[in-house]
């Protein structure tokens, strides 16, 4: 065919087809924004929300829903939507559920920028987004008012460390007719069964553990119940969330080696956490896995593991010159957001301009531990400290 058309048209309609029986171990990576049919009548017979067919790169190409269907299997739940954020996740579940007039609960502790996306919607969309203490548990019951539609959890918050009791507030949820979305991130989907918990929708930053690369952002959510996955196939399509298929082939790459970076991430963490409990330059650790941090006996209860992001809070005595020192010093620790990566990383954090309640004296830094070996980052850790005091 391609010899009878000019060069313009022969350049684009060349003969290739993808391979058929070509077994590779890792998916193709398929662009598209275009996707073709056979006929109109196949056109118009394609549904973009069963995905039994392809109908538009927006709504997916084999690579993308690859990854969807392996998302759903680790997270135990059926359908799952990407976003090109996990924020952008968190935008989707909060728009698809909730209109004028409702009201949405989150945690005090909630990941900040949803936080700041709750008091949008409150101050220009007419919802009204309300915090609640994280460790509240079965108490939730006392804020639900008639118009609450959604409750949002984080297990744990993912700078102060509280774990909450994800059973206790979905059972009363559940009562009301209330959805709760739970932003997994730190379990992975692997370390908490979400949905054999009571949670409704599952929500994932990629970014974090799934990539593993520091160098991708993208976002997921999951659910078990077609109908509500349905509302939320809504909202990704009116907003146009699109991801492209090169980072999904990064997270597709990295999925394989999920559970074996997170143990060893969870290892290295709880040694550096139970020897930073040692050190009199800090008054507390917060790390779910530790007697003593807000919530460990629902972590101990309701996890299989942890993640390697936890928290310290210097002695009072310390002044935020010392510990911003402290921060500078670090060397294999590298100063930046985000978490999940190889390189550990470590930021301080302002929280009493995050949270209404925060009862806590002392500078809070929080650790990204990464995939060096321990001893190297407790030894960084122990110069950065006399660093500080000197
Ligand atoms: C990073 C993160 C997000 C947002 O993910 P992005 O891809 O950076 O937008 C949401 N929740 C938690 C707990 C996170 O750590």
Redesign the pocket.
Known sequence: MANKLHINTSLIHSDYSAPEDFGALQTGVHHASTVTFHNVAAMRSRSWQDKSAYTYGLHGTPTSFTLEARLAEIEQGKYCLLAP???AA?AMVNLALLQSGDDVLLPDNV?NPNRELGDWLSKSFGVSARYYDPLIGAGIAGLIQDNTRLIWT?APG?VTMEVPDIPAICAVAKAKGILVAL?N??AAGIAFSAFEHGVDIVMQ?L??YQSGGSDV???AVITRDQALNSRLQDAHMRLGMGVGMDDVYLVLRSLSSLKLRFDAHDQSARKIAAWLQTRPEISKVLHPALAGSPGHELWQRDFSGAAGLFSVLFDPRYTEAQTDRFVDTLKLFKIGF??GGAHSLCVPYRIKHMRKNWPHEGILVRFNIGLEDADDLIADIARAFAAMAG
């Open positions: 954020s996990g924020l968190i990941y984080e993912s932003d991130t730190w930053a970014t974090k952002l993208m976002g985000s978490w």
